[in-house]
């Protein structure tokens, strides 16, 4: 019987017919598989819980001649407090999607699931600035998934510019001497050596990270700015994170307006 047992992350569902659902979960022996929940959208149904966002868990999947479909799945982790923090859930959401894009079909990349493993566990649980782990979490993503910024030498002449005194950052390669390029956005030495510390961490470390709101902002900017130029994917995902904090503040402002 074509039964396979595997541990992974749910990183996007479509619902499907009355009650099923069509799971996306990224695995760490297979990479990103899609299985059929069938009656999990029932209240009564084993996998209920299974079948959620987040949920990290050892799937068992039948691999028939149809679409793959899950028999049965021991959730080890949900990750809920994420949900209950509105800042928390969306750059969960970004996390998840740009390694649901970023994670080919039946291909493993146990580098790229540590990192989120990692990510979504601080983030839950973990003391630092949720922007700050964030910031953690994109650079080490895209130097993963091969897309890393130049931020040691210039993108364009190749010359390292760690003692350079104007150094701007460019979406199209990162870092750019002001030899080469003399408009854009100016980024400071404490910014890109904070990049390069977040790269030199182990993903165990990752909530050592604490930045200043100057230092937060620069690279957050920055690498946002790299990820929607330099990924086809990237675009939609930050915009993720843009409409949920949107709509955060304007609960903020409403809540304000009603008690005012």
């Known amino acids: 019987m074509p039964v396979m047992c595997a541990e992974g992350i749910v990183t996007r ?24 929940a069938r009656g999990c959208r029932k209240p009564q149904s084993p996998l209920v819980n299974a079948c959620q966002p987040f949920v990290f868990g050892q799937f068992e999947i039948y691999t028939g001649k149809e679409k793959a479909t899950i028999n049965a799945c021991d959730v080890k982790e949900s990750f809920y ?28 990349n146990e580098a790229l699931f540590s990192l989120l493993y990692h ?60 030899a080469c390029v003399q408009h854009g956005e100016v980024v400071s030495k404490t910014a890109l050596e904070g990049m390069r510390r977040m790269l030199m961490l182990e993903d165990a470390d990752m909530d050592r990270v604490k930045l200043s709101e100057q230092v ?17 994917y990237g675009t939609r995902a930050m915009q993720i994170l843009l409409s949920t904090q949107t709509a955060g503040q304007n609960t903020a402002q409403d809540t304000d307006d009603a008690n005012a």
Request: contains cysteine; aromatic residues 10%.
């Open 119 to 178: 990510s979504l566990s601080f983030l839950s649980y973990g003391t630092s600035n949720p922007q700050d782990l964030f910031c953690c979490f994109l650079v080490r993503f895209l130097n993963v998934i091969g897309y890393r910024p130049a931020i040691t030498v210039c993108a364009q002449c190749g010359r390292d510019i760690r003692s350079d005194a104007i150094v701007r950052f460019s979406p199209r390669g990162g870092v750019v001497c002001n």
């Open 81 to 108: 407090p994420i949900r209950e923090d509105y800042e928390c859930f969306s750059i969960g959401s970004v996390m998840l999607r740009l390694c649901h894009d970023a994670a080919p079909e039946n291909e493993p």
């Open 216 to 232: 937060r902002n620069e690279i957050f900017r920055a690498l946002t700015a790299y990820t929607e130029c330099s990924l086809e």
């Open 13 to 36: 569902y479509t619902n499907y017919r009355e009650s099923d659902r069509i799971l996306s979960i990224f695995t760490i022996e297979h990479g990103r598989l899609e299985a059929k």
